[in-house]
């Protein structure tokens, strides 16, 4: 009986059901996170995220163009590093320590999203909204 319990997990774990539950990882909504991007990082980092929102010039340091994260990464988009940056596990000091500035907006509904290297990494809804985003302007 044991064996056949653990043939069940096997089969259920190894069937294309399971498989494209774990394809759905990162499934954020692109034009919400567009939306929220427009609302929160805009006026830092332009409309269409170069870098040249109209408070860019009074920053002390200037805004990333987030147009080329993927360039920057050998072609693949720093998930993980995108996501620490916002959420605040990994701080820029040019957004005044932790990310975003808009208190707590951004947490909440928690949900995997697939990092870079397949794994997956727990963010809010927001924030994989957002990437999936973000993800559309790569040049």
């Not at 951004?106 to 909204?129: H, K, L, N, V, Y």
Request: net charge negative; charged share 15%; hydrophobic share 45%.
């Amino acid at each position: 009986m044991r064996h056949a319990s653990l043939l069940a997990i096997a089969l259920a774990v190894g069937s294309p059901a399971f498989a494209q539950e774990g394809d759905n990882l990162k499934a954020g909504d692109v034009a919400f996170g567009g939306d929220l991007y427009a609302s929160y990082c805009a006026a830092c980092h332009g409309a269409e995220g170069r870098g040249d929102g109209p408070m860019a010039p009074v920053l002390m340091v200037a805004p990333a163009d987030l147009t080329q994260l993927s360039a920057s990464n050998g072609g693949v988009f720093p998930v993980v590093r995108v996501v620490q940056q916002i959420d605040g596990r990994d701080p820029m000091l040019a957004h005044g320590g932790e990310m975003p500035l808009f208190g707590d907006f951004f947490a909440g509904d928690d949900t995997a999203i697939r990092s870079e290297a397949g794994q997956p990494i727990m963010t809010s809804r927001p924030i994989a909204d957002v990437m999936a985003w973000l993800e559309t302007i790569q040049e």
